[in-house]
């Protein structure tokens, strides 16, 4: 279990390791505490409800650490993808709140890395290991909903009453030229406003993972984007145009994939262009962005 320390190769009996004492949480800028298993799973990583003891400020509040499920995460900078678009989300979403005015401003959870440096019974196979890095964010109460995924298929809530989702979308791309839309919008909608995590960010550049569909999950967010009075004055691919761009084949799979895409769930590369059609592609989303 967890890291073993001491490596005495000359005795042929093991030691158990000794168990680490409890750390003090006042040594710590953000220190949480969680007892019992996840209670939601994403495709990526098991989620767990704890309880926030460091900032003081958010002493006894709830929070979800998140740890990997297809491997242990031994690294902290292992995180340091899923930082950055936390970080970056946040950043659009200050944005599209001031250029839509909009009384129901979007906000992403704030996330911090944290390393499990307890555990009280380390035989216990479900949860963070020993010395695993993990996420955590507040956790959010209320009826928690995807309205997007990251190929950029809204649900019929997102087209019909949560447009400001595909708004804040639309409006992503314009003002990052082109180059980013923010995707996998999920989280919890009150009256005074959408609190989402574990954002997606799609890019030309692909420099924000596996979940980064690029130019394909754009592409596909504006086969079926209509306009609502949050964006309806931006500039946007007209259909027909982009849409003769992609050779019959790959546009029939595209369909396909969207058929087949419409349970929220997140995708990692199931589809991509062929690199002649994504290079036009870019040019022509590229020139219509920054007019
Ligand atoms: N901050 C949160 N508060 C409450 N529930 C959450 C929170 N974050 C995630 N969840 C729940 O955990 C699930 C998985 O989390 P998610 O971050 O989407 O994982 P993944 O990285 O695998 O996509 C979500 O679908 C949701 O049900
Ligand atoms: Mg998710
Ligand atoms: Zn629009």
Known sequence: MGQSTSGNSSSNYTTKPAAPARPNPDDYESYVRWEGGKFAEGRFRYAIKGTWIRPRSKEGQHCVVKHSKASYTWKQTDWDTTVKIYKEAEEL?????????????????????????YRKDPSNPSGPRLNEYCTTEDYLYGN???????????????????????AFMHWSWYHTGGEKMIADLQGVR????????????????????ATDMGVEGMAIFFLFHKCNSFCEKLPKPSVN??????????????MQLVASVRQATTYTCELRLSVQVRVQLVARFRAIASK
Request: aromatic fraction near 10%; glycine fraction near 8%; charged fraction near 20%.
């Open 190 to 209: 009150s009256d005074k406003a959408y609190t989402l995590t574990d954002p997606v960010i799609l890019s030309l550049s692909g420099g924000y993972g």
């Open 241 to 254: 145009d982009f849409k003769s761009q992609i050779p019959q084949a790959e546009l029939r799979s595209c």
């Open 93 to 117: 979403a200050k944005g599209f709140n001031t250029f839509s005015g909009t009384d129901r401003p979007v906000h992403f959870t704030e996330v911090v890395v944290v390393k499990c440096l």
């Open 144 to 166: 928690f909903k995807k309205w997007v995924n990251n190929y950029g298929v809204c649900s019929d809530e997102a087209l019909n009453t949560a447009t400001t989702m595909p």
